[in-house]
């Protein structure tokens, strides 16, 4: 396998932000525009402050760094020593078995780590809550760490004895901060452009340990979305695949990720409109409904129908959890608001709304309870749709087959053409024409 096709960075268009004609200069506010700021109403990832210390602070900041310093540099010199012991020995291997030194470092320091994310624990939730009441006002550097805070947690007896409305409010709060996290937008394009190259340089070395193990082609086309956001448009490909961009559809990756930021940068088109966020909320329960019934041998695949979904509940054992609270469970585009969208939407990505397969027993009472309400006369789903010609008479079949009608039967009599029963050929008709003669 060959080497990787190194991150390419393009240089930013000077076109994408320059003004229309006529306009001027952009004015302070938009040439300041952040992507904070373009996205009002999503939550937003607090920048860390600098903090104004005094002669004495400054002074022991100093000492403390002073003694870093020196215990970094012994740690350097030992890791240095043993990668020098270990550059000889990849050397060895590489020698030994006829491959590249690279593939050697690759298969060595090439490693993930397969792991779920782990759902919100009280435990957890109570230590950002005690980090929040005994840090607050501790500099940097003086912070308590992680397991003082356990210990203090352990230690609380208020903490120990919460009621069940207390942990609840906790456990939001945590899934509150994680989202935020996780999706809330970065305050500054100074921020954001970071976040790009960190997250970018992590996601490089897993496609390409990734490549090594397991032989696959992957890449990578990212842009700016704004003409005012600072990180620039840059591709990555594992192995020779960006070959296939100029072999098969005849285009180079520079070329590719020019016209990707032209268009990313000039489409007018707005992330968070209604009709955006409810295509995105649509396309995210059909793609979970068809998952989770994919199972199902049906012949043909069961659509999702939100008037009748308790049929679907009836017959399959089909559930739902984590359903926004406030909204009727319906079609994302019978919802006309945007917070509601937008709760429905986020709560489908970050998995708190998911379809669920009831367990036997719970389908069972349910199929009883549905039941006992057909009993009582309770209409439940929506009624199909009657015939359009209900209550009119219709045609009666025959009973040696099917009714034909009677253009049918005029075109099925004419299928033969008419001839003469004998037809005079040319020969008898020339020996004719002798005997007269």
Not at 296 to 302: A, D, N, T, W
Not at 315 to 325: R, S, T
Not at 369 to 379: L, M, Y
Request: positive net charge; hydrophobic residues 30%; proline residues 5%.
């Amino acid at each position: 396998m060959g080497e990787a096709s190194a991150p390419h960075t393009s240089v930013p268009d000077t076109r994408l932000s320059r003004p229309p004609a006529g306009a001027g200069d952009p004015p302070q506010a938009l040439s300041n525009a952040s992507w904070k700021i373009r996205n009002p109403g999503q939550p937003v990832i607090p920048p860390r402050g600098s903090e104004k210390l005094d002669a004495t602070q400054r002074t022991a900041r100093k000492v403390a760094s002073e003694q870093r310093r020196v215990k970094q540099q012994a740690v350097s010199d030992a890791v240095a020593e043993l990668l020098e012991e270990q550059e000889t020995r990849i050397n060895e291997i590489a020698k030994a078995h006829s491959i590249l030194p690279e593939k050697v470092r690759l298969l060595i320091n090439g490693e993930t780590h397969y792991r779920n994310k782990r759902e919100e624990s009280l435990a957890n939730a109570l230590v950002r809550i005690k980090a929040r009441q005994v840090n607050a006002d501790r500099p940097r550097g003086q912070k308590f760490q992680l397991k003082e805070l356990q210990e203090m947690v352990a230690n609380d007896q208020n903490m120990q004895n919460l009621d069940e409305d207390t942990k609840q409010k906790y456990l939001r709060e945590l899934k509150e901060s994680r989202n935020c996290k996780a999706i809330g937008v970065r305050s500054t394009n100074t921020a954001a452009s970071r976040d790009v190259q960190a997250t970018l340089k992590k996601i490089y070395g897993e496609l390409q340990a990734l490549a090594y193990r397991t032989g696959i082609y992957a890449c990578l086309f990212v842009t700016r979305g704004h003409v005012y956001d600072t990180h620039a448009a840059t591709w990555f490909g594992t192995d020779n695949i960006m070959d296939f961009w100029e072999d098969r559809m005849k285009l180079s990756p520079d070329y590719i990720i020019k016209q990707l930021e032209l268009w990313a940068c000039n489409e007018e088109k707005t992330r968070d409109s209604l009709e955006n966020m409810q295509k995105q909320a649509k396309n995210g329960l059909d793609s979970g409904f068809v998952s989770i019934t994919k199972h199902l041998r049906q012949e043909k695949p069961i659509r999702l129908r939100f008037a009748n979904f308790e049929q679907i509940k009836y017959k399959f054992g089909i559930d739902y959890e984590g359903w926004p609270d406030g909204i009727p469970f319906n079609s994302p585009y019978k919802i006309q608001t945007i917070d509601e969208i937008r709760r429905l939407r986020d709560a489908i990505r970050d998995n708190s709304f998911r379809w669920v397969k009831m367990s036997p027993s719970q389908h069972h009472d349910y199929r009883k309870q549905v039941d006992a309400r057909h009993e009582a006369g309770e209409t439940v789903g929506v009624p199909r749709q009657g015939r359009s010609d209900k209550g009119k008479k219709r045609k009666v079949v025959n009973e040696d087959g099917p009714q034909v009608s009677k253009k049918a039967r005029r075109g099925r009599a004419r299928t033969t053409p008419k001839s003469r029963e004998v037809v005079q050929t040319s020969d008898e008709d020339s020996d004719g024409a002798g005997d007269h003669a």
